[in-house]
């Protein structure tokens, strides 16, 4: 950088520099804030519900540090009335990214798999939203499913199948964890008459 | 002792070409833009009450709980977004269009934590700084008015403070705490942690293809490179002689991590907007606006 500013510095006398904003103060202030910033991307600022917004906004580079055990992915399945369980296609509910874990929906089973009010609040939504959303699934719903599928990864070296989501693809029961389901009585409540 | 720190002075607030600057200030809103296009395409879904909410106060790592939307303001912030975002990289209105887009930005991280990225945090921050920074002196609609307004005035050629150090800072320290994240994680312990990571939905034709077709080991190689590269960004990046190579390394493993894990493309383009913007040569970003006549 040095060098650079250098030979910048240099050139000043016969260039025109634009100025940052307001008096010298200002700029002087600026500066520390950036270099309280930078400090704070290495060293987090404690996670007090004061200062959690800026703390968020520095909580940006720990980027892949864990390696991968398993492929994971999210699935939802209703209990259609009068049958049973059904895979559904949650991408009309969903849109964002749909085919990859920048869904909405996938990053709410990896925050949110072990919060119940947050599962039974997708249960709500869902169940509200299913009459008229072409999921693949016809007819009244008395719940839903979350259903998280655990791929366990090939040996390095093995050959590496190709990723492609598939929401109706079969679960092998090995690969299967039932994250929530909407309770039986429930379930038999929203069924009348089935 | 007091050359020092003339010389560490220089070095955070001497005068940078505003080529630089102004290279950001084109690239950085439009990949920032890029990487929101799905987000934007579903503003609905995304951020009014028409999407799905997860309730307030169920996460304590959720930053603060705001509201949804009515669907109609939804698709304003959309809206406000793009022109904004628009508006900076054109250098029209720069600090009021900067100003909104790091306003709009802040809010739409904040405001649904299943969309927020490494992109949704930096992009407020950056916005900002090209806010404050005199981003629209120079190859903008601004600097296109002003120059029709007085021919005679002088275009500038530098600019000032810390408006480039801060993004020439920004890189190593960010590498630098990632590449700290990485050797407290699995990064010393595990020697494929990298091909772990092509199995999922980020996986692309070219990860699937490597994944397949490279010899293990080299996965280790690589993974010890960019640690290496990571820790190491505050020297490499420092140092005058390292620099050129510390640019190639940033620009490649971005390159390779855009075409490798699909989504994370717009990260990488940010990035490489940054990397450019920060230690691309001089004479090279002042050709390239020759080249493209970008007035003003």
């Known amino acids: ?194 | 002792m007091p050359g020092v720190v003339a010389l560490a002075g220089r070095a955070g607030f001497g005068p940078r070409p505003i080529a630089r600057l102004a290279v950001l200030r084109i690239l950085a809103p439009l990949a920032i833009l890029g990487f929101l296009a799905s987000r934007i395409h579903h503003a609905d879904d995304w951020l009014s009450v028409a999407g799905f909410r997860v309730p307030a106060g169920s996460d304590w790592r959720q930053p603060l709980s705001l509201p949804a939307l009515p669907v109609w303001a939804a698709w304003s912030v959309a809206a406000a977004l793009i022109v904004t975002g628009l508006a900076t990289a054109a250098g029209a209105v720069t600090r009021w269009s900067a100003a909104a887009f790091a306003v709009l930005l802040t809010y739409v991280a904040l405001a649904d934590r299943l969309s927020a990225f490494t992109v949704s945090k930096l992009a407020p921050v950056i916005a900002l700084a090209l806010c404050l920074a005199p981003s629209g002196a120079r190859y903008s609609v601004d600097a296109w008015r002003r120059a029709r307004r007085d021919p005679s005035a002088p275009r500038p050629t530098l600019v000032s403070g810390g408006c480039v150090s801060f993004f020439q800072f920004l890189l190593p320290v960010f590498y630098f705490s990632s590449g700290i994240a990485k050797a407290k994680g699995d990064w010393l312990e595990h020697r494929y942690l990298l091909w772990t990571q092509l199995h999922d939905s980020y996986q692309t034709a070219v990860s699937w293809l490597f994944a397949n077709h490279l010899p293990p080991w080299l996965w280790t190689v690589i993974q010890g490179a960019v640690l290496a590269f990571e820790v190491g960004a505050p020297l490499w990046f420092g140092l005058r002689w390292t620099r050129p190579f510390a640019l190639a390394f940033g620009l490649g493993m971005h390159f390779m991590i855009g075409l490798m894990f699909g989504p994370v493309i717009w990260f990488s383009l940010l990035m490489i907007t940054l990397l450019v913007g920060s230690y691309a040569p001089e004479r090279w970003l002042t050709r390239a606006f020759e080249r493209l006549r970008v007035p003003g």
């Not at chain 1, 904003?21 to 290495?42: D, F, T």
């Not at chain 1, 580079?61 to 492929?71: E, G, H, I, W």
């Not at chain 1, 990214?97 to 925050?111: H, I, M, T």
């Not at chain 1, 509200?128 to 719940?143: E, K």
């Open chain 1, 1 to 194: 950088l040095a060098h650079v500013t250098a030979r910048s510095t240099s050139a000043t006398a016969s260039a025109t520099v634009a100025a940052g904003p307001g008096p010298r103060w200002l700029r002087l202030g600026l500066a520390g804030l950036a270099v309280v910033y930078l400090g704070a991307l290495i060293h987090h600022p404690p996670d007090t519900a004061w200062l959690r917004p800026a703390a968020f906004f520095t909580q940006a580079t720990s980027l892949f540090p864990r390696a991968a055990v398993y492929a994971i992915e999210y699935r939802l399945e209703v209990w259609a009335c009068g049958r049973s369980w059904e895979p559904i296609d949650p991408r009309p509910y969903f849109p964002i990214e749909p085919d990859d874990k920048e869904s909405r929906l996938q990053r709410f089973g990896y925050f949110y798999e072990h919060d119940r009010p947050a599962l039974e609040a997708l249960d709500r939504y869902l169940s509200a939203r299913h009459p008229g959303t072409d999921d693949g699934v016809a007819g009244p719903i008395g719940g839903i499913r979350l259903v998280k599928v655990v791929r366990p990864l090939p040996e390095v070296g093995d050959p590496v199948e190709h990723y492609h989501f598939d929401p109706f693809a079969p679960i092998p029961p090995k690969q299967r964890r039932d994250i929530y389901y909407t309770p039986g009585p429930e379930r038999k409540r929203r069924c009348p008459g089935s």
